[in-house]
């Protein structure tokens, strides 16, 4: 069968679950953007969708309308022919941003100021939009095979790096290779594992890569956007330091860096996509503190931030100038028990300590009631085959006392400083419970260290709090932190039903099929309990509105700025 | 003296090796793992044995030592493990700034302090004396963290007469608010020494005869008593500026300024051993500078401690 005949082969099927309302026009678009369709195909499933309750639901998914857009319309169209902004050209946007806590490198980096940073100097295959859409960057277009094993990604044409060099298919396979190498530092190895090997990666020809996976997976294009935030397109003689070699084929190039200071960014005049971005420039300021930064963004001194946090922005709330954009995301700070220990062994005490916790109380006093409550399970309200159906947890101290059935319950709770408020509100609640918590705060070096097959604290102690960044597709959590004997898999879960149901989930591009496995995993989840999820954090971001338009929320706090533009 | 300066010279170079070596066997047992952090939790644990390996940390500590010092003296400092960057041009760079703040701030302190002081010392009991009192104890009573807040929403957020950082690019105006905090948490102290110290003097015999003599308060004061109520202070000048010069990490952190307190923190927490062991080698030497300097200064104020020194 061909590309275009199995493209059409989904279309149709999109269609006829659109029609029969068992999708919602998001769940289209997010689908089709996978499948890489093309924009009238999309547009007569939309048709198929009708004028239903969800009309507004594919631009108001995320906060911002443009995104959703971009996601529908660039899955073929050329997007160097997209309008300038509105509302005037030019400008340096300053952003506030907390010092890297390591050297920036594309390959290796990992936290919010170092992805900024390559973001604005590199791209993707595919970017990730903030609602979870896909929108084509370097890749114009990508099929599956028949069962979702094999994917041909075809390149945007004329797109050359900074330097001048064309991008070609050779590059991109040598970009992905670098990532998929044995002797790799870069975290996205662990997220390609299991499903893109070494040596999966072929450059069909100038402008087609074809990708091999080890097993099928419906949701890859994902695994090669911006949501494997280390996969970005580098030059095939790439070094680092990032700084001296920081040539690609984003909106800006880097024009210098300081790893105290900031960065600061020009921009690109060879950039690929005609009319953007619509910046002169972009500066990355560092801080050393996130209250110092909130009090930069109040002076003046940065127009927005790549990271935030929610508790902090009170004082921007009400001032008149500042708009705060918000996305629901699917971070998540995850409560772990040890399912093969004392106490935690027993599934009637787990339960219990669920039970006992105030999720809503939780969610006032950490993220300002901006949370999405959560279930105890991770598939968050945020993915569209979350199952509705499974009653909510909420605090209940008399099932607590009937669970406990008069046991006397005591444990200690790890944890790393930034999780600390939340763990002395665990503390204080499962008091009232009659449950005794002891605190066992460890620095995130300590929290962090040690093997990861032995004795890292953070896999390896009786209960814990681990926090993580958003993931755009569920199994990205549940294989690595849930299946039998996975990577991190701090509660030591295991459950057989649970794991075949979460390969069957990457298996199948049938929707009906995907939220029938994702019901059985939350099931499992929610009614066994090693692990407790409370809230599904929020993602925001802070802007100065009275000087830009354009700038958004995401909730992997990702930084996409071509559509700025002076307000 | 010059026998003194030699000894002294002596003692600093033993100081400063038995620094490093603690300092270093320090570092093996604080908890953490630097590879770790530098490829963050999610590399796999081939990726953090290789780290380790690239490092040079899965070498015995001794034979790390070894490396580092002679590598040290002969004046390669190493790379960051977690900046990337050469720990040489770092550690100056983070040192001249925090000189630069300490001394403006030295400078304007000791005015202002021994002002108030010998104000508050002058009309002791009167009620210039406790208002002086009271407030220079308000202000070192009051964490840096919180003044600094505050100055920054005052004169910077409400008035916008400020930046709200000390970074490069706004010159003198960004160490105003700095400068200001700092002086705020260090004037109690010296204005209270040096207060005592003038009450102390003027109840001094040689006080009194002067003032029999006729002498007007103008010489009386500036003759007789500032030069020996300084004997005291000098010690919690040269405490202050120690402090000023490696100590401000609260201030470096709300005003984002790249001091060598910071940097040593942030060093420390991310066991960048290579950046830790200079900034730590380079601020024991301004440290023990600021000894000699207070010493000396003291035995010009005060013959009899030269007396005793030279002896």
Known sequence: MSDNELQRQWAAELATLARSGRISRRDVIRKASVFGLSVPLVASLLAACGSDGEASSATDGGTTPAAGTNALGGTTAPEGTAAPSAGGKGGILTVGALTPSTEVDPVTGFDGAAIAIFQLTHEYLIWLNPDFTLRPQLAESWTPDDNGQLWTVALRQGVTFSDGTPLDAETVKASFDRLLSPDSESAALSAFKGVLEAGGVTAKDASTVVFQLARPYADFPYLISANTYNAVILPKDYTAPYADHAIGTGPFVLDSYSATDGAKFSRNETYWDTGKPGLDGVEIKFYKDAQAQVLGLQSGEVDTQVTSQIALLTPIESNPDFTIDQVSGTGVTVFTLRVDQPPFDKKNIRQAIATALDRNAINDTLSNGKATLGNDHLLAPAYPASPTDIPQRDIDLDKVKELLAGEQVSFSLTFEPPTKDYAVIIQEQLKQAGITVELDQRTSDDFYAGDQAVDTPWLFTPANLVGWAGRAVPTQFIIPMVKTGAVWNGSKYANPALDAAADAYDATTDEAEKKKQAEIIATALNDHTPIIITNWSASVRPFNSSKWTGIAAHPSSFVDFNDVAPA | ?311
């Not at chain 2, 003692?11 to 570092?27: C, K, N, P, Q, Y």
């Not at chain 2, 002081?117 to 009051?142: E, F, M, W």
Request: hydrophobic fraction near 50%; proline fraction near 3%.
């Open chain 2, 1 to 311: 003296m010059g026998r003194l300066l030699a000894r002294r010279i002596g003692g600093l170079a033993i100081t400063l090796a038995l620094t490093s070596m603690v300092v270093f066997a320090m570092t093996s047992v604080i908890p953490g793992d630097v590879a770790r952090r530098i490829l963050g939790r999610e590399a796999s644990q081939e990726a953090v044995n290789a780290k380790q390996a690239e490092l040079g940390l899965d070498r015995p500590l001794i034979e790390q030592y070894r490396s580092w010092l002679s590598g040290f003296v002969r004046g390669d400092w190493g790379t960051s493990f977690t900046k990337g960057e050469s720990v040489r041009s770092l550690v100056l760079t983070h040192l001249a700034h925090s000189l630069t703040l300490g001394l403006i701030a030295f400078a304007v302190l000791v005015p202002v302090a021994l002002g108030l002081g010998l104000l508050a010392g002058l009309r002791n009991g009167t009620r210039t004396d406790r208002t002086i009192t009271v407030l220079s104890l308000c202000g070192t009573a009051t964490p840096e963290f919180v003044s600094g807040v505050l100055l920054l929403i005052v004169f910077s957020v409400r008035l916008d007469w400020l930046p709200s950082s000390a970074r490069d690019e706004y010159g003198f105006r960004g160490l105003v608010l700095p400068v200001i905090c700092l002086v705020i948490v260090c004037v109690g102290y010296v204005t209270r020494m040096v207060r005592a110290s003038v009450i102390a003097t003027l109840d001094r015999p040689y006080i009194r005869t002067a003032r029999l003599k006729g002498i007007t308060t103008r010489s009386l004061v500036r003759r007789h008593v500032l030069r020996n109520s300084l004997v005291v202070p000098i010690t919690a000048l040269g405490v202050q500026l120690r402090y000023l010069i490696g100590g401000l990490i609260a201030v470096e952190f709300l005003f984002n300024f790249a001091g060598i307190g910071s940097l040593l923190l942030e060093a420390a927490q991310e066991k960048d051993v290579p950046t830790l062991q200079a900034a730590t080698l380079v601020t024991g030497v301004v440290i023990m500078l600021t000894f000699m300097l207070t010493d000396s200064v003291y035995m010009w104020l005060d013959p009899r401690v030269r007396v005793g020194a030279e002896t």
